[in-house]
């Protein structure tokens, strides 16, 4: 099971480390809020890093760790996507599906350099796909998704970039998910429409 490391880094910080990879002594928690809120009220982390806890540490770990919910979520969401064929990674398959019209979503690492970005904003030039830049790093980005690092992806089915936008939970993003919700709501129809038209002729042939 995926856990989550609380991390005393050798200057003393505390913090959570999501990718299990900080430097220091460290402690193990399933990677949901109550698992944390369980270890405070029993000083387990105390006794896992053998030093005393103010509050205040313990007031931004669990912020983090409710922000970082959501953000385990979208990772997970696009391991999901990738391992469904709904997802592209890289510059050139984003770049042909961004062209070809299927991309419905494009996501560009928080670290990536200036002239992937400088791509991206070519690639939705004169599409309806919009591109966000997320808040995970190449890295953080690669290991969601099984690689080793990842500059910019792309979403092509409309309901997966919905669900990752909706788990990030940006409002700046609610135009952008309006425009997907929009898209997801009219493939919905058109698979029940050749649903219906299917049953209907294997009705007839009957």
Do not use: W
Request: proline share 4%; glycine share 8%; aromatic share 4%.
């Amino acid at each position: 099971k995926e856990l989550v490391r609380v991390v005393r880094s050798p200057e003393g910080e505390i913090s959570l480390d999501f990718r299990g990879k900080a430097p220091g002594r460290g402690a193990y928690l399933c990677p949901q809020t109550d698992c944390l809120k369980r270890a405070i009220k029993s000083k387990a982390l105390e006794r896992g890093l053998n030093c005393q806890i103010p509050q205040e540490i313990y007031d931004l770990l669990l912020a983090r760790m409710e922000a970082g919910d959501a953000q385990q979520k979208a990772l997970r969401l696009l391991g999901l996507a990738r391992r469904a064929r709904l997802l592209q990674i890289g510059e050139e398959p984003v770049g042909i599906a961004c062209r070809s019209g299927k991309a419905k979503l494009l996501l560009v690492a928080k670290d990536a350099g200036d002239h992937t970005f400088r791509r991206a904003r070519s690639f939705v030039s004169g599409s309806k796909c919009p591109y966000v830049c997320v808040p995970y790093t190449k890295d953080e980005l690669g290991d969601g998704l099984g690689c080793n690092a990842c500059a910019l992806c792309a979403f092509t089915e409309p309901a997966f970039a919905k669900s990752f936008l909706e788990a990030l939970g940006d409002e700046t993003h609610a135009d952008i998910l309006a425009q997907l919700t929009v898209q997801t709501q009219r493939v919905q129809k058109r698979r029940q429409e050749a649903q219906a038209h299917r049953k209907n002729v294997k009705m007839g042939k009957k």
